[in-house]
């Protein structure tokens, strides 16, 4: 079946700083690919959707800024967090769709933890 | 997208049947009904979608009523690898294939 990775699967980092997390698709193309994060208990709630060379686009209440997306290749998205604090302490998870594919693939989740 | 109603929880039995409803009552014609899994601490895992009429795949059955309102997810022999939160989704891919994730039913599998 499709395989999604992210890496990496847990980092911790200090306050003020920038973490990047990749999601690669491993053996399909992804034209489209999707950021989640996860609180503890709760359920994922979408930040943004990109497809292959075009802008991201965001959902409400997720500043851009913050959280920047490329999604330069057909096989790897990034998401960078920017000046982290801890309330952006989170399970972020990604997805991948193919062209003409119904289904989302998902990642097996990064873990960040903002000192 | 339609949005779905889910039982929080349910226990099952090793090795019996797992039934996990769910409610779509204002799904729209062409939206499709998908479910997905998430083990503890991992990323959902895609289980199997539909549109009207009942599907199968290795992993699980989808049965969607007549008039599209209900499903039920049934997982045929359930193991204890099979506890975790499952999702009923619906969506219409005009949405950019956006998959909106409620809170799910909780099935714990019991030896």
């Known amino acids: 079946g499709a395989v999604v990775s992210q890496h990496p699967s847990r980092v911790i980092c200090k306050s003020g700083t920038s973490v990047k997390i990749e999601c690669r698709s491993l053996?399909?193309?992804?034209?489209?690919m999707f950021w989640y994060r996860q609180f503890p208990k709760q359920s994922l709630m979408l930040m943004a959707t990109s497809n292959e060379g075009s802008k991201a686009t965001y959902e409400q209440g997720v500043e851009k800024d913050k959280f920047l997306i490329n999604h330069a290749s057909l096989t790897l998205s990034t998401l960078t967090v920017t000046s982290a604090h801890p309330e952006d302490s989170s399970f972020y998870i990604c997805?991948?769709?193919?062209?003409?594919?119904?289904?989302?693939?998902f990642g097996p989740g990064t873990r960040l933890t903002v000192l | 997208d339609a949005k779905t109603t889910q039982p929080p929880s349910m226990d099952c039995a090793e090795g019996r049947a797992a039934n996990l409803p769910c409610n779509h009552s204002?799904?729209?014609?062409?939206?499709?009904v998908y479910w997905y899994r998430q083990i503890h601490s991992q990323g959902p895992q895609y289980i199997i979608h539909g549109l009207k009429n009942n599907e199968t795949n290795e992993m699980a059955s989808l049965i969607i009523t007549e008039d599209r309102k209900s499903s039920t997810l049934i997982l045929p022999h359930a193991t204890l690898r099979d506890t975790a939160v499952y999702y009923c989704i619906v969506e219409d891919g005009g949405s950019n294939y956006k998959l909106t994730f409620g809170k799910g039913t909780l099935l714990t599998v019991n030896p």
């Open positions: 204002t799904i729209s014609g062409n939206e499709y």
């Open positions: 997805s991948a769709r193919s062209r003409g594919g119904n289904e989302q693939f």
């Open positions: 053996d399909f193309q992804a034209t489209t």
